[in-house]
């Protein structure tokens, strides 16, 4: 807390320094998108080390034990390589978890070593430690570039790469594949396709899987998740849908070269104008017609939209996390009239750039930025409130500026895994959440004689 009061204002230009950065790690994602498939246990070849912090870091997030295996790196694997490592862990994996999948992604010792992540597959299938019917595949994901996101892109990539099968007999099925969201998103956007009618396979679905009941048993392998023989199917389906061009647009480019399925790339739908787009993608591709229950749940966001204006008009705003959410809420906040003045992302990339000046122009915006810069910024020109991950707390507090904790990772509070935030009903959790902020601090801040009951 005390180096946060030390921020100065005066902003000088860093090439080779990095302070608080605004991201984390591939192999997080490559962990969490993993998890979306039933019946899989993510395994981590590197060290112990990585992998604890991989696991504790989503275990925060959600308060739940998350499960994953490691290749237990030491000192001889990096010198040697980590085949043995690897070999030994399929055989411990399969006679003591019996998981459907193993996902394996690589770490930066791996990948500096230059493990050959197939051949050690290959090896492993041909002197039968991989079970009959029992599927192994890898994702690289080495942490010296990239995040957490592309972390979870490599790994939704690779799903369809070894996944994804292709027969002669089509079938009529949307593809869905969802960027980075909470499984309250996932199960949100699997309401919103059954409301329309519109058949569909969805991977990674996390749905059942971070959310889980407490039942008093302990289940290895939870309910939810994409099944396998569900995922196969998405080469033969009529139409793909990426939601988030960062996390998800490469594995919907990989289902469009590999198995020639049309596809549609859309940013995630979060907000109005996002979810439209959404659902009129749906609408015209399908040649449906949008039910009734739907137009319903946009009717309530947009009288709650122009019900309250008065509060989010004009308010400035300060933004930091990952490229998808980012986009999606700039646009957002526009739609209800505040100003976002400061983005920062940690994770680099053409979308972020060119959407963000898009949703926003007058914004500064800094792509493969740090929260150090975020915190000038909002010294520099104050905001009225700040959006981001937990970490933005301090930044917060020392600028008492009202904090709606949004992204990942979110250590500090709960609910973000039950309430969704994509569609016209989380867009409606996105305004009350924002507008409690505000009125609150109207509440805290205003003379005595203006305090006023109605608001
Ligand atoms: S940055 Fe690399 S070494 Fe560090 S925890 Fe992540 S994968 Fe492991």
């Known amino acids: ?47 112990q080390g990585c992998c604890a912090y991989h696991r504790s870091t989503l275990t925060r997030h959600y308060k739940d034990p998350v499960m994953a295996s490691t290749s237990s790196f030491t000192e001889g694997s990096a010198v040697f390589g980590g085949q043995a490592n690897l070999l030994q862990s399929l055989q411990t994996i399969f006679a003591v978890y019996d998981p459907k999948v193993v996902a394996i992604h690589t770490t930066c010792l791996s990948e500096t070593i230059g493990d050959d992540v197939p051949q050690i597959t290959k090896k492993a299938l041909d002197e039968g430690m991989i079970p ?21 892109a490599n790994m939704v990539t690779a799903m369809v790469s070894r996944l994804v099968k292709k027969t002669d007999v089509p079938n009529d099925k949307a593809v869905i594949l969802p960027g980075w969201v909470e499984p309250a998103d996932m199960k949100e956007i699997k309401r919103i396709l059954s409301i329309l009618g519109i058949p569909f396979v969805m991977f990674p679905d996390t749905d059942g899987v971070y959310d889980a009941p407490m039942t008093g048993k302990h289940v290895f392998y939870p309910k939810g998740g994409a099944k396998v023989e569900d995922i196969a199917t998405a080469g033969d389906a009529k139409h793909g849908f990426s939601l988030g061009v960062t996390g998800a647009q490469p594995a919907l480019d990989e289902l469009q070269t590999k198995f020639k399925v049309p596809g549609t790339s859309l940013d995630l739908p979060i907000g109005l104008a996002a979810t439209d787009r959404f659902v009129d993608a749906l609408r015209t591709t399908f040649g449906i ?100 991950n937990t970490y933005g707390k301090y930044i917060a507090r020392d600028e008492d500026v009202p904090f709606l904790r949004f992204g990942f990772p979110i250590m500090d509070r709960q609910g973000h ?28 801040d205003c003379a005595e004689n203006k305090m006023e009951l109605q608001m």
């Open 1 to 47: 807390m005390t180096l946060f009061r030390h921020t100065p204002t005066e902003i000088k230009e860093r090439s080779a320094l990095v302070i608080n950065p605004a991201k984390t790690c591939q192999p997080i994602g490559a962990m969490y998108a993993a998890l979306g498939i039933h019946g899989c246990l993510p395994h981590s070849h590197g060290s």
């Open 132 to 152: 009959e019917g029992r599927i192994v595949f890898h994702a690289n994901t080495p942490s010296y570039q990239g995040t957490h996101v592309t972390g979870y």
């Open 289 to 388: 017609a949008v039910p009734e229950e739907i137009e319903d749940e946009r009717g309530q966001l947009v009288d709650m939209l122009s019900d309250m204006e008065q509060y989010f008009w004009g308010r400035k705003v300060a933004i930091f996390g990952d490229p998808d959410q980012l986009v999606a809420l700039t646009e957002f906040l526009g739609t209800m009239g505040m100003n976002v003045r400061h983005i920062v992302t940690g994770t680099e990339g053409g979308y972020a750039t060119t959407r963000l000046a898009e949703v926003n122009p007058e914004a500064n915006i800094k792509v493969g930025g740090d929260m150090f810069l975020l915190h000038q910024w909002m010294k520099n020109e104050p905001v009225d409130l700040l959006i981001g």
């Open 417 to 444: 895994q039950f309430f969704p935030t994509v569609g016209y009903k989380g867009g409606l959790r996105l305004l009350e959440k924002i507008l409690d902020l505000l009125m609150g601090r109207i509440d805290r």
